[in-house]
């Protein structure tokens, strides 16, 4: 089994300010890091080759996308003012007053959506079995006419449709297990019944009031959208939950030829925007349903994009255990508090969270 990798070092260069988190500097916000910073993904990175693992994994080759890429999913509008901000020595904000970037973030973004373009073809094209594309700045939240939530364009949006264009991809499949509601790729393909999007989210996270059990898509994509929110303090067993009761029931009446993942780590312990408590260990069984989903149904293809994930010191190895998982590959590499975290009480399944679960199948018509 062969697994894409997806990282270049400029996605590090990616220059998010002086935010006090989501602070704006001044006033009585003394100048910190920004929440999305390159820490949590350079680290990633790092992680992969201090490892060993990259030298199972293929690296590939990134090219930029071209505006007419961008243009797939966004407006000329926003193109245009993504790549004019950009050019300002002062760099600008992708939409939502919360995502500042630096100049030369254009180029970069650029790079983040031809990252996961690779990542995709190299998995048509029968280059790798499955991939991952580390990229940044991230996608999911990002509007066909705006950025926002830290993502100035839809990084998966463009590969995806992209791939419906050129390649002999005509279903494609979104699962999005970052701690946020997945809206920007709802929103994109929100009357599109080819795409089928289903994001698992902590409820009202972010954005607010969005990410809602009855967001089920409209005119033709009626049905091709599934939202799954759950309570805060979700873990572990939540997820698998989540997985076996919605995600797996709903990719096989869906049927894709494609399954991408929006893998945000913000649900991971010692997150500081989400409150879930998954562990590294977690993201393992998570991974292999969906590699077990994808074999059954699509000759294998998954393609893993990166999305949110901001525990600087938790996040790499959370995604090391995902591309451990996609490659079959086990490095020497532990992690140090799964001894505590992996057996917190509330790992297990919780009635509350059974609910929810339920209730996103019922939705879903998946249960009666
Ligand atoms: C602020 C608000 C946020 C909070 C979290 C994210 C996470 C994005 C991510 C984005 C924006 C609101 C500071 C609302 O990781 N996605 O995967 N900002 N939240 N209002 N205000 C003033
Ligand atoms: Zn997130």
Not at 41 to 68: I, M, N, Q, W, Y
Not at 170 to 188: K, P, S
Not at 256 to 263: F, G, R, T, Y
Request: aromatic share 8%.
């Amino acid at each position: 089994m062969t697994t894409g990798f997806v990282w270049k070092d400029i996605y590090g260069w990616h220059d998010t300010g002086t935010s006090a988190g989501a602070f704006p500097p001044g006033g009585f916000a003394q100048p910190h890091q920004h929440f999305e910073s390159a820490e949590s993904k350079t680290r990633f990175a790092s992680l992969v080759d201090v490892s060993g693992l990259g030298d199972h994994l293929v690296r590939l080759a990134v090219t930029p996308a071209s505006e007419e890429d961008l243009l797939l999913v966004h407006n000329q509008a926003h193109v245009t003012n993504m790549r004019e901000l950009s050019a300002d020595p002062k760099g600008g904000d992708a939409g939502d007053g919360l995502s500042p970037f630096g100049h030369g973030s254009f180029e970069i973004a650029l790079m983040a959506a031809g990252g996961t373009i690779a990542a995709v073809n190299a998995v048509l094209t029968g280059e790798v079995a499955n991939a991952y594309a580390l990229v940044r700045p991230p996608g999911h939240h990002a509007r066909p006419e705006t950025g926002m939530g830290f993502c100035l364009f839809s990084n998966s949006g463009v590969a995806i449709r992209k791939a419906m264009r050129d390649h002999n991809v005509e279903r494609v499949a979104v699962v999005d297990w970052d701690v946020h509601h997945g809206n920007g790729t709802q929103e994109v393909f929100y009357s599109d019944p080819n795409v089928l999007t289903i994001s698992i989210h902590q409820d009202g996270l972010f954005p607010p009031d969005s990410g809602h059990i009855h967001e089920q898509g409209v005119d033709e994509g009626v049905g091709a959208n599934i939202n799954v929110p759950l309570p805060a303090g979700s873990g572990n067993g939540a997820y698998l939950e989540a997985m076996d009761r919605v995600v797996i029931p709903a990719l096989q009446r869906f049927k894709p030829d494609l399954i991408v993942v929006a893998s945000g780590f913000d649900a991971a312990m010692t997150d500081p925007l989400g409150r879930m408590i998954v562990t590294a260990n977690g993201y393992r069984p998570l991974t292999q349903r969906l590699m077990d989903a994808a074999d059954s149904l699509c000759q294998g293809r998954l393609v893993m994009s990166h999305e949110g994930g901001y525990s600087a010191t938790y996040v790499p190895f959370c995604g090391l255990a995902v591309l451990e998982t996609m490659s079959g590959v086990r490095t020497p590499v532990q992690d140090a508090l799964a001894p505590f975290w992996d057996v917190l009480p509330d790992q297990v399944l919780q009635p509350w969270q059974a609910d929810a679960v339920q209730r996103a199948a019922q939705a879903a018509g998946l249960v009666a």
